[in-house]
């Protein structure tokens, strides 16, 4: 642990005292010195914390000291306290308890953005979402059902896969005993996919193509199993189909703001009627923060861990 000044808000910031911080993928990797934090961020890992507004920026309008919010961050957020842009701030969503508010920010931008501005998934269509335990696969499972599509899950063992139905899958698929291919073109009468979020990479990228219905379009968001692999352009062109890749943390600050608009118009009302919620899997205090991530390494993690300074 290491003390440093009380960071000051500058214009269009502001300061929060943090109650929790959520623990992703991508701190496991800033650590290992495979995802650097953009230019002018924190060393420190931590994407998005909940807690209460200490200081408010020089002209600020729409947030008073007090407020109790979550915010996705650039990094920093394993601290007490952290400087954030206010365009990248959400009030605490109704029915939410503020510790587990953290749970949200990171993985919500991130499904939202990648299941409806990139993939475009529409009602009625066939969602795979792969790794549907983790931190992000669980809230796109969550919105995937609540805008109406039929959502197939992958995860590890019948206990895992037994809890994704229950958060709105159709069908949830053990990665270490079934095909996912033949399961999802089962239960799609054949058609296959239309929308494929995948945070596996390389490993699966031929048959996530081969489970892709034409016309469909696959979106990989990580490459926990490799970065390099081949891709039959000829399938490819029979399906009509699309192939995008993207990150959260590297966008520039207008289009995260944006992103955050949107997350508050559409799935926080989401949140507040209980079709999306967090979840959590364990919350530890903040000097754990080495235990929380060999509990994320050790692929026992259901939903997100938090760390309470």
Not at 237 to 243: F, T
Request: aromatic share 2%; hydrophobic share 45%.
């Amino acid at each position: 642990m290491s003390t440093l000044p009380d960071p000051e808000p500058g214009p269009g910031e502001v300061v929060i005292d943090v109650v929790s911080s959520g623990v992703n993928p991508a701190d496991l990797l800033q650590r290992a010195g495979h995802y650097p934090p953009p230019p002018g961020a924190p060393v420190w890992p931590g994407l998005e914390v909940s807690g209460v507004i200490s200081a408010v920026g020089p002209r600020l309008t729409g947030w008073d000291v007090g407020d109790e919010v979550v915010a996705l961050l650039d990094g920093g957020g394993y601290a007490e306290k952290v400087r954030v842009r206010a365009s990248q701030v959400l009030p605490l969503p109704d029915g939410v308890t503020l510790v587990d508010g953290a749970a949200l920010p990171e993985a919500v931008c991130t499904a939202w953005s990648n299941l409806v501005d990139v993939g475009r998934l529409a009602r009625g269509e066939v969602l795979l979402v792969h790794g549907g335990s983790g931190g992000v696969g669980s809230v796109a499972t969550q919105i995937g059902a609540a805008l109406g599509a039929r959502v197939i899950t992958t995860a590890g063992g019948p206990e895992r896969t037994a809890r994704c139905l229950t958060l709105g899958a159709e069908t949830a698929v053990d990665h270490r005993t079934q095909d996912f291919v033949a399961a999802v073109r089962d239960a799609s009468g054949g058609a296959g996919a239309d929308v494929v979020l995948d945070v596996v990479g390389a490993a699966y990228l031929p048959d996530n193509l081969r489970v892709l219905a034409t016309g469909g379009r696959l979106v990989v968001i990580g490459m926990q199993k490799g970065r390099r692999g081949e891709l039959d352009l000829g399938m490819l062109l029979a399906k009509r189909a699309q192939v995008s890749g993207t990150t959260l943390r590297a966008r520039p600050a207008e289009e995260k703001a944006r992103l955050v608009r949107d997350v508050l118009e559409h799935v926080w009302p989401l949140v507040a009627d209980g079709r999306v919620r967090p979840v959590v899997h364990a919350r530890l205090p903040l000097e754990r923060a080495a235990d929380a991530h060999r509990l994320l390494e050790s692929g026992e993690v259901f939903g997100k861990v938090l760390l309470l300074p």
